[in-house]
């Protein structure tokens, strides 16, 4: 087991806070252990004093012995194999409390890499294999240890040169296992493998099963998932066949251990040197070897598996966190400047270059076509990535040097997705903050929700997954209610009313504005109609800012009638 340091190092903590419990199971899975000695020990008195001596009294004693052990022994298999249940049920749960936790506190650029379908395998299949290690491969494996020293152990005691030859040859199976072992590992991390391919397939058509029925791909899709379903089929049939040849070459080793002692064994009974009780005991005992054999190994392959799973729990783990060990900002933000700031993600510069400032009661509109720039710009500001040259500055000290969570909740935020959860409308709208009803009505119908009147339930209409039961303009108003309800001082909205009709975000805009008379608001936008009450405008290009000033100043610049040719 020394491969497996790692995984065993990482789970002692946890092995630690369950102490208890872990003595009390050890201790029951000795029992265990020593009553399968006594079952076997108990052929010498049989044979021997009931039936060669024919002794009356042991008429009566063994049935009741008999009866005692196997009563005790029930008692033990109980108490360990629930003890270990629940001690793998509490560590795997802490375990995936843990890995959540990691998941929500981690920043985005390092977990924007990994897929939903990795992150859902790693938290729920591969804490569930760590299950199965703890609460059955480990116990098994310890009973079987145990056993195989009380009962070679006693066939010792019984006769310890004939046991010598039995041991030798059960010993050699050793080689032929380990083999095997590698080749379950290497199977074990194919499996796991193909169920993320499946995990990420599913994910990913019903996300957009929309798009697939329209395209008409679902008999692709299908196809495609079936040859995912095939490959996994393939690893885990492998899987079982090298671990299932464990058995048979097992079995042969241990008939050349019996075989042998048969013949020595027998000859020592012919010419008197050993008895026909004795003779009985050590082979029932050698007998009784080969299950708990087989346990340990086929549970010593399946434990080479506690590293890799540690593995990838432990990259979960590992995933690098926001950083909360700063201080709180405690003063209302007064001034946000990026200085020199460029963004880079992998070779592809995002952001170059990019000097401004938002002074508080301001409001900045940023401009610019799809893919300046625009979203990755508030990345930045929201602490989700780092710049990759120049400082972000919040009343002239370094973003970073306040806890990203206390800047954060000075923003009311609305994002271009416009985030809603499957909850029910009035849930969405708080999402997290205490109910207020003046302050609900006031944030509904400056969004301009009416149309919450018209669902069924009204506010507590479920909206579904993505809120796929509400139409774009309705999720965006939503999620403009939400921004308002929180009503922070600062309002960052990216293109949060590009769902909407002419009309009705003309509505929003002049109801906001009026709420938003002395926020700081950083409006990101594509539409002119939605940037002419900004107080500074600062067109993007590439990532670039090629024009900033008032209204006016800009609109005269050639860059901004580029960015607006369709003249909106
Ligand atoms: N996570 C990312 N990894 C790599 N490139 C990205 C990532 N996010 C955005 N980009 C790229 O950055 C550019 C700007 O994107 P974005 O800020 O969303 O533009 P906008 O909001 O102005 O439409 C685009 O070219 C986009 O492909
Ligand atoms: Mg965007």
């Known amino acids: 087991m020394k491969q497996n340091y790692k995984g065993i190092k990482f789970l002692t903590p946890y092995f630690k806070a369950h102490k208890k419990s872990i003595l009390l199971t050890l201790f029951s899975m000795v029992g265990v252990a020593l009553s399968s000695?006594?079952?076997?020990?108990?052929?010498?008195?049989?044979?021997?004093?009931?039936?060669?001596?024919?002794?009356e009294t042991m008429l009566y004693m063994m049935p009741l012995i008999i009866v005692a052990i196997f009563l005790s022994r029930g008692v033990f298999r109980f108490l360990s194999a629930y003890l270990s249940e629940r001690i793998a049920i509490e560590i795997t749960q802490d375990i995936r409390a843990k890995l959540y936790k990691k998941v929500l506190n981690s920043r985005i650029d390092a977990i924007?890499?990994?897929?939903?379908?990795?992150?859902?395998t790693r938290i729920i299949e591969t804490v569930l294999n760590l299950?199965?290690?703890?609460?059955?491969?480990?116990?098994?494996?310890?009973?079987?240890?145990?056993t195989i020293f009380a009962l070679v152990g006693t066939i010792i005691y019984l006769n310890w040169r004939l046991s010598l030859f039995a041991i030798i040859f059960a010993a050699i199976v050793i080689f032929p296992v380990k083999i095997l072992g590698k080749r379950v590992k290497r199977h074990v991390h194919k499996a796991e493998e193909h169920?993320?391919?499946?995990?990420?397939?599913?994910?990913?058509?019903f996300n957009h099963i929309d798009i697939v029925k329209v395209y008409n791909q679902t008999k692709k899709e299908e196809k495609r998932f079936l040859g995912y379903l095939e490959d996994y089929k393939r690893a885990l049939l492998k899987l079982v066949k090298?671990?299932?040849?464990?058995?048979?070459?097992?079995?042969?080793?241990?008939?050349?251990?019996?075989?042998?002692v048969i013949f020595f064994g027998g000859y020592e009974v012919i010419h008197n040197e050993m008895s026909v009780g004795d003779f009985f005991a050590f082979l029932t005992a050698l007998m009784m070897l080969y299950a708990p054999i087989k346990i340990t190994t086929r549970n010593a392959l399946m434990l080479n598996m506690l590293d890799s799973y540690i593995d990838r729990v432990e990259n979960i783990l590992h995933l690098r966190q926001e950083d909360s060990s700063k201080a709180d900002i405690t003063e209302p933000i007064?001034?946000?400047?990026?200085?020199?700031?460029?963004?880079?993600?992998?070779t592809k510069p995002i952001l170059r270059q990019l000097n401004f400032t938002i002074e508080q009661g301001k409001r900045v509109a940023i401009v610019g076509k799809t893919g300046a720039g625009k979203s990755s710009l508030l990345s930045l500001l929201f602490g989700f990535r780092s710049p990759t040259n120049g400082v972000i500055e919040i009343n002239s000290k370094p973003l970073e040097s306040y806890t990203i969570s206390s800047i954060r909740e000075q923003f009311s935020y609305v994002n271009q997705a416009s985030g809603i959860f499957n909850l029910s409308i009035k849930e969405n709208i708080l999402y997290g903050l205490e109910y207020d009803e003046e302050r609900y009505k006031k944030a509904v119908a400056t969004a301009h929700c009416e149309f919450i009147e018209t669902l069924?339930?009204?506010?507590?209409?479920?909206?579904g997954e993505n809120g796929k039961r509400l139409s774009g303009g309705?999720?965006?108003?939503?999620?403009?209610?939400r921004a308002l309800y929180k009503d922070a001082p600062i309002f960052v909205l990216d293109e949060a009313t590009s769902a909407l009709d002419n009309n009705t975000e003309a509505l929003i805009q002049e109801s906001i504005a009026s709420i938003m008379k002395n926020k700081t608001v950083l409006i990101i936008a594509h539409r002119l109609q939605s940037i002419k009450q900004a107080d500074s405008v600062i067109v993007l290009e590439d990532g670039a800012i090629v024009a900033m000033g008032s209204y006016d100043e800009v609109a005269k610049t050639e860059a901004f009638r580029k960015n607006f040719a369709l003249g909106e």
């Not at 000695?37 to 024919?54: G, H």
């Not at 491969?137 to 079987?144: A, E, R």
Request: without cysteine; aromatic residues 10%; proline residues 4%.
């Open 131 to 146: 299950h199965q290690i703890i609460a059955k491969t480990i116990p098994n494996y310890l009973i079987s240890l145990f």
């Open 195 to 205: 169920v993320r391919e499946l995990n990420e397939r599913i994910n990913e058509t």
């Open 242 to 260: 090298y671990q299932e040849l464990t058995s048979p070459l097992m079995e042969f080793f241990v008939s050349l251990s019996v075989a042998s």
């Open 456 to 463: 069924p339930g009204r506010d507590d209409f479920i909206v």
């Open 112 to 120: 924007e890499h990994k897929t939903l379908g990795d992150i859902n």
């Open 334 to 346: 007064r001034e946000i400047a990026f200085r020199d700031v460029d963004l880079t993600i992998g």
């Open 474 to 481: 309705q999720r965006q108003r939503i999620a403009l209610a």
């Open 37 to 55: 000695a006594f079952t076997a020990y108990f052929m010498k008195p049989l044979l021997n004093n009931l039936f060669i001596q024919k002794s």
